[in-house]
Structures are given as structure tokens and as C-alpha cells.
């Protein structure tokens, strides 16, 4: 089947029978239902991006298998050629949403693609293993599914960090082997997208109890959303059902994150991609390159997330006339910084890239993983500098429902600047208001802190992947000189 429109993908959620539980009620269509349809909605409207004739070229690709186009964001890239050119159908996805949904699709499929590429790396602990990762492949990126993902089991104590705590009873594990497949219980988070999607992939990027090499916690899966026992709690939304006027991105990109609970859930033979081996599951994202190929995708979301903060501060001193002052430009300026440098980390990425032991163009792994170390601490700085650019301007923010009623007038008169409308300020100010201090804005704030996992977690992965040696032999060369001092 070829890439998937908007229509037919919305036709997919509404096909597969899941239970998502949302405020309360079981949800019969998330197509829609009020709090959630819009999210559904701007994702469908990436899909029609695939056959929008002015840049279907730049978002499709021809399976070398069925000679279909596919999303490009499946695309197995064996050249740098291939990795820029998918890297403009991300950027033009992440554009789309303004980077407010750093789950879309694209984040699994490139996670994918780049497993399908090693699939050898899964079938070293049992062959069949490797053979279900190439059909699944296959499977989504011919049938154009959507993936949620859940990575972190839940936990009752925080004795030790997320990532390594399982607790018996709450993180999820096999319970049982069956001639069918195996069957799992527990609770997973956060499933972002869990409502807006097809199928969930279940792994972890690394295990505790590194002392077994068995362990009924080390699970690398994927089943439909709709499997029976398997079910999504979502939190509240933040589409507040307002206008675009009101609330121009939580009326758009509200994409969702869910608890995943697995109540004895069957997981058929053919969707195990690795079970029970620790080393392997701990492994997977380094040897097979997939967190770079992720970390590549969140840049992409990074810089459009950038672009749409600096465009709007720009916007917002100018309407202001503060542009002219030095904390102005001082703040703009770090804004400058943390744009261009996401943009120079993707291009010395995808430029320093090169094939892994698989033959799988990887990009460079100091540039593309700092992307998402940075962004854990800039993002936050830039929703803080939002604030304060804006100050009261982001309270003076009358609805739409204001602009037109009684007090229009007053409005008009008192909220205009010099170089802008009321209206026009007002609905800047909306959007720079929804960055940095609605709901969906602080839920961004969190985001970008966590979705990759705790900040320390990270620092200690960067640490500990980082090619340390040059750094210290520069420092050892200088040590021994044999120069005298004078
Ligand atoms: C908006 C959002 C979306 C997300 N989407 C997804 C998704 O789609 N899929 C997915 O799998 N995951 C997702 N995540 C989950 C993310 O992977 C986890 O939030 C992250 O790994 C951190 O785990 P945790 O929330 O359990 O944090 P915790 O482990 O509870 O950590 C909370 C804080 O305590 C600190 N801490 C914890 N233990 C210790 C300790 N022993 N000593 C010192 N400090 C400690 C941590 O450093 C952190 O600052 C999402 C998270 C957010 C916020």
C-alpha cells in the first residue's frame, strides 16, 4: 500500500477497536471526540503532505520491495544523500506542527528503519528474532502505521532512577510462554500519541539488574493499540476546544501521552524482537545505531521548535519597540545561538556520518546526540525568555470573542502599539503566551526536559558513549613537552 493519506489513516484509528480511556469514558472515536479529534486531525494533515503534489517528492520514497511510495521517514539510509534527504521530509513535518509534536510518526519510523537495517543484530540471540524485525519492517512502513512507543516502566519508590527500577507487580514483564507467543503484564510511560496510533513498540534503552543476563523484564515488542487487555489512560488535554485565535497551538497539536497498561496481553511469537536477554535489550540503541537516528529526528523537531521561538520573540520586541534595548538583544541573541547551533549539529551530523558494522548510514554520534542534551536545558531557558520578553503583554490577552464584543473599541484603542494592531499584538501574544505559559506550553517545558529520559540519565549515556581518548591525549602531549621554562 502506498504512503498513507490524512483520510486513510483517520480511517485506521477508527478500524482498530482500542481502548483508550479518557476523562473517565472509554473514547469509541478519537477522530472525534472533543479533546482530542484536533490532535488526530494535525496528524492526518502530515499524511496528506505525502501526496500534496508540491512536495510529495520531498516526503516519499520507492520501496525497493513493492515499488510503492513510502513515507520517506522509512526510508533505510545506506548513503549522506539519504540522510539529508529524509531529513527535509522531517523538518518539513516538524515545520508543519511548529515541533509541538515530537512524537510525530516520523520518530519511530526512523527508530525502525534502523533495526530493520540491523536486523542481524536481533537475530544473533535467536534467528527468528531477526526475521520478525525485517517482516514487521515491512509490515509498517507498507501499511504506513503510526507507532506510540513506552519505554519506562512505573515505579512505587525512587530508590534508584526509573530506568533501572523494577519493581515486581507494577513494571511490566512476562508472566507466562505460550505456544502463541508470550504473554505480559505491568504498566509502562508515557505513550505519547497513544490514542493517534496504530501499533505500540515496547523496549526499554537500558535495564537494570545488569547483575542476570535473563530476565523476564527485558522485552523488545510491538503489537496493535487494539490487542485485547491492553489499555491507554490518557491524561487530561489541553485542547481546551477554544479557537486557533484563543489558542493557537493547544488547539492544534495536542498529541497526548497515556499510561500503558498491559493486563495479561498476548504477544504473538512473530512481534518479539528480543526477549529475556538483558545485554542485548541494554545494547540495542548504540549497536544499532537507532538513538542516534532518533536523536536526528529531535533535532529536526529542535530547530523548528527554535525557529518558531526566535521568529516569535523577533516579533514580539518589535510590536513592543523594545528591540532596540540591550537585555533585548542579549536574550534574542541567545536565541540565535541555540538556533544555529541545532542547525550545525544536523549538518556536521549527517556531514561526519558514516555506515555502520550493518551498512547503515549513521549520523556522527557527538554532534547528533549533544542535540538532545542541549535542548533539555534550552528549551526551558527559551519558554523563560518568552516570559520575559513578554512580561504583561502576555496577560493582556483578550479572546476573539473580546475583539468583537462591547469593548473592541477600547481594545483597538488602548492595546494597539506603534508599529501594530491590537488585533495583530494580541494574537502574537496568544501564541507567545501558549509557548511559554498555558498548559500545552508547559507540558513542551517538560517534554523537552524528560522525553529522553531524566537529564542525569542522559549525561551519564553521553559520558560514557563519548570518544574521550583525544581529548586526554591533546592534554597528555601538552603535559609532556619537553620544553624548559625560560
Ligand atoms: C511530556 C512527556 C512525554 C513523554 N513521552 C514518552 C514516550 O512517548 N515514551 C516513553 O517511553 N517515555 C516518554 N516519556 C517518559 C520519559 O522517558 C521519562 O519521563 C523519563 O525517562 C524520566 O523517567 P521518570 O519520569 O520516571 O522520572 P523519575 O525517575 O521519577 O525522575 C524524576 C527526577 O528525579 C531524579 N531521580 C530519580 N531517581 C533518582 C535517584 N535515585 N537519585 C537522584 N535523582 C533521581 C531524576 O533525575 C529526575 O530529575 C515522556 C515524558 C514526558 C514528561
Known amino acids: ?44 494533515s502530515l499524511y496528506d503532505q505525502q501526496s500534496e503534489a508540491k512536495i510529495r517528492e520531498e516526503m516519499v520514497f520507492t520501496s525497493p520491495k513493492t515499488g510503492d511510495k513510502l513515507g520517506l521517514s522509512f526510508l533505510i539510509p545506506r548513503t549522506k544523500d539519504d540522510l539529508i534527504r529524509r531529513r527535509v521530509q522531517m523538518l518539513n513535518w516538524a515545520r508543519t506542527t511548529c515541533g509541538m509534536m515530537g512524537r510525530s510518526p516520523d520518530f519511530m519510523n526512523v527508530t ?34 503510526v507507532l506510540t512507543h513506552s519505554l519506562i516502566n512505573l515505579q512505587r519508590s525512587r530508590t534508584v532512577s526509573g530506568m533501572f527500577n523494577l519493581q515486581e507487580g507494577t513494571a511490566l514483564q512476562a508472566v507466562k510462554e505460550t505456544s ?28 537494570g539488574r545488569h547483575t542476570e543476563t535473563h530476565s523476564p523484564f527485558a522485552l523488545n515488542f510491538s503489537i496493535p493499540c487494539g490487542t485485547p487487555g491492553l489499555r491507554f489512560l490518557c491524561r487530561d488535554s489541553f485542547d481546551y476546544e477554544k479557537s486557533h485565535f484563543d489558542h493557537p497551538l493547544g488547539s492544534r497539536f495536542e498529541e497526548m501521552d497515556c499510561v500503558a497498561f498491559f493486563d495479561d496481553v498476548l504477544v504473538p511469537w512473530e512481534r518479539v524482537f528480543v526477549y529475556g536477554d538483558v545485554d542485548r535489550l541494554n545494547e540495542t540503541p548504540n549497536a544499532t545505531g537507532s538513538s542516534r537516528h532518533s536523536a536526528h529526528q529531535g533535532a529536526a523537531k529542535n530547530l523548528a521548535k527554535c525557529e518558531l521561538v526566535l ?12 528591540d532596540h534595548l540591550p537585555h533585548t538583544q542579549e536574550r534574542i541573541g541567545e536565541l540565535i545561538m541555540y538556533t544555529e547551533l541545532m542547525r550545525a549539529c544536523i549538518r556536521a551530523g549527517e556531514a561526519d556520518a558514516e555506515p555502520n558494522e550493518y551498512g547503515v548510514m549513521t549520523p556522527a554520534s557527538g554532534p547528533i546526540e549533544t542535540t ?32 468583537d464584543g462591547p469593548l473592541s473599541g477600547h481594545i483597538d484603542q ?12 494580541v494574537k502574537l501574544f496568544h501564541l507567545a503566551w501558549d509557548i511559554s505559559c498555558s498548559s500545552f506550553g508547559q507540558r513542551q517545558v517538560l517534554y523537552e526536559r524528560f522525553f529522553a529520559s531524566d537529564p542525569l540519565t542522559r549525561a551519564r549515556a553521553l559520558a560514557q558513549t563519548y570518544p574521550k581518548q583525544d581529548a586526554m591525549d591533546r592534554v597528555l602531549d601538552f603535559l609532556n613537552r619537553d620544553d624548559h621554562t625560560p
Open 1 to 44: 500500500m502506498p504512503a498513507r493519506t490524512g483520510a486513510q489513516y483517520l480511517a485506521g484509528l477508527r478500524e482498530q477497536n482500542r481502548e483508550i480511556w479518557f476523562r473517565g469514558e472509554r473514547v469509541k472515536d478519537v477522530t472525534t471526540h472533543p479533546g482530542l479529534a484536533r490532535g488526530a486531525q494535525a496528524i492526518a
Open 112 to 145: 525502525f528503519s534502523a533495526w530493520a537495517g540491523a536486523a542481524d543484530y536481533f537475530g544473533a540471540s535467536k534467528k527468528e528474532y531477526g526475521e520478525n524485525m525485517r517482516r514487521y519492517y515491512d509490515h509498517i512502513a507498507e501499511n504506513d502505521l
Open 180 to 207: 502463541a507467543g508470550i504473554i505480559v503484564k505491568g504498566a509502562r510511560v508515557l505513550a505519547t500519541l497513544g490514542p493517534f496510533s496504530d501499533e505500540i513498540a515496547v523496549y526499554s534503552p537500558r535495564l
Open 311 to 322: 521568529g516569535v520573540a523577533l516579533l514580539m520586541s518589535k510590536t513592543l519597540g523594545n
Open 372 to 403: 538532545r542534551n542541549l535542548f533539555m536545558t534550552a528549551y526551558p531557558k527559551m519558554a523563560e525568555i518568552i516570559q520575559l520578553l513578554g512580561s504583561s503583554s502576555l496577560m493582556m490577552l483578550p479572546t476573539e470573542a473580546d475583539m
Open 414 to 425: 488602548y492595546l494597539a502599539t506603534d508599529s501594530s494592531t491590537a488585533r495583530d499584538r
